[in-house]
């Protein structure tokens, strides 16, 4: 594997992402890329006195977990944001507050108040806490993060999935809390909105010279927004029943709403005229037919292309668990026709990204060497 790597590297730098992962899950098994985490888990796990920091590259904001945990557990927390002097002296008076009485505290962009973290971990130590205090921190990684408060840390990262299957799996997964058994029609809903969320968030790594033209903030909170309406008005529709007509759905109206709700994010009105298409494409009342089909791919649409040329058909079916075993079987990496996009698009992407993972190996390297060095000196010091 490493060899083919090298090779790779040498003549086909566009499939050195690819070839990369590959190696990784020889080395590593393939549950490695797969890992989940459990934040409800890891509440239960922690001490009060240990922060619960959620790590994500910029633009991507991580604490609508909390929200959505809080939701669940139907938990007390009280939010601030960081930025200016008023969030430093309410982030206080919430932690003070919530250690007395047992309740949460999520405290949004620390990285935004790094003097404030330096004396937090002491803070904490000097509290004595109630059992059921827990305190999330979310920030963009950053130098400026200090180390020791990592360390005391129960440290989250987080990241976009990466691909399609990925992200519809993340998302399908997040429904664990909602009714998708009655009407059946509802689970179909679910996944073609999986589905439309994926190839949303997806197009953000072409952007802005493919996919879309800003790099706008789409993350899980507006997916939960999405599934919320169709919960409500298919809900109205069905009235209890088991089953409601395909065409009895109210299309239009859910349709505006799913666009509304990504929309408010994006500024640019061809942006916002191609995330309708999008959402007029994908939820529509054929996508309960049988072997309707959800990309056309870069071939006309023929039902009896091969998978590279981008053609996908929705599966049959009613049920959660057969239309997770169907994601499970989509390409690891989608054909850029999932997403709209020309043919050529993945591997103008990928050139990209196999630069940057080389550059960035390189920059471990030289670390690692460093570390070793002072290491092998520290050692032969008399």
């Not at 408060?149 to 987080?158: E, N, P, T």
């Not at 998978?307 to 989608?334: A, C, H, I, S, Y």
Request: aromatic letters at 8%; one cysteine or more; glycine letters at 6%.
């Amino acid at each position: 594997h490493l060899r083919s790597l090298l090779l790779v590297k040498l003549f086909r730098i566009d499939r050195f992402v690819p070839a990369a992962e590959k190696f990784v899950t020889a080395a590593f098994g393939k549950g490695l890329l797969d890992a989940k985490d459990d934040l409800k888990e890891v509440v239960a796990q922690v001490l009060p006195v240990t922060p619960i920091a959620l790590c994500s590259s910029p633009g991507f904001d991580a604490s609508y977990k909390v929200d959505i945990l809080v939701e669940r557990q139907q938990a007390q927390c009280s939010s601030i944001a960081m930025g200016s002097t008023e969030g430093l002296a309410s982030a206080d008076k919430a932690i003070s507050n919530a250690a007395a009485t047992g309740s949460w505290v999520l405290v949004k962009n620390v990285h935004l108040a790094p003097s404030w973290l330096q004396s937090l971990e002491k803070r904490l130590n000097a509290l004595k806490p109630h059992a059921d205090f827990r305190l999330f921190l979310s920030m963009e990684s950053s130098l400026k993060i200090p180390v020791n408060l990592l360390r005391a840390s129960r440290v989250l990262m987080y990241e976009q999935p990466a691909g399609v299957r990925a992200n519809m799996k993340d998302s399908l997964s997040s429904l664990s809390g909602r009714r998708t058994d009655q009407p059946v029609e509802k689970a179909r809903l679910y996944l073609l909105l999986s589905f439309l969320h994926a190839v949303v968030q997806e197009r953000l790594r072409y952007a802005p010279t493919l996919g879309w033209k800003g790099f706008w903030e789409f993350n899980d909170s507006d997916y939960e927004c999405a599934a919320f309406i169709i919960d409500t008005w298919i809900d109205a529709v069905a009235q209890g029943r088991s089953n409601i007509a395909p065409l009895k759905i109210p299309w239009d109206l859910i349709r505006t709403l799913i666009t509304e709700t990504y929309g408010g994010k994006i500024d640019d009105e061809s942006d916002f005229e191609q995330l309708r298409r999008l959402v007029n494409n994908f939820l529509i009342p054929e996508a309960y037919d049988d072997d309707h089909v959800l990309v056309q791919g870069h071939q006309g649409g023929d039902p009896n292309a091969s998978d590279e040329d981008g053609v996908l058909t929705v599966p049959g079916g009613t049920g959660m668990k057969g239309f997770m075993e169907w994601v499970n079987q989509l390409p690891e990496r989608e054909p850029p026709a999932y997403l709209g996009l020309p043919a050529n698009a993945e591997k103008l992407l990928l050139v990209g990204q196999g630069k940057n993972m080389i550059a960035n190996l390189a920059k471990i390297t030289d670390i690692l060497e460093e570390g070793e060095q002072l290491m092998a000196e520290t050692e032969t010091a008399p």
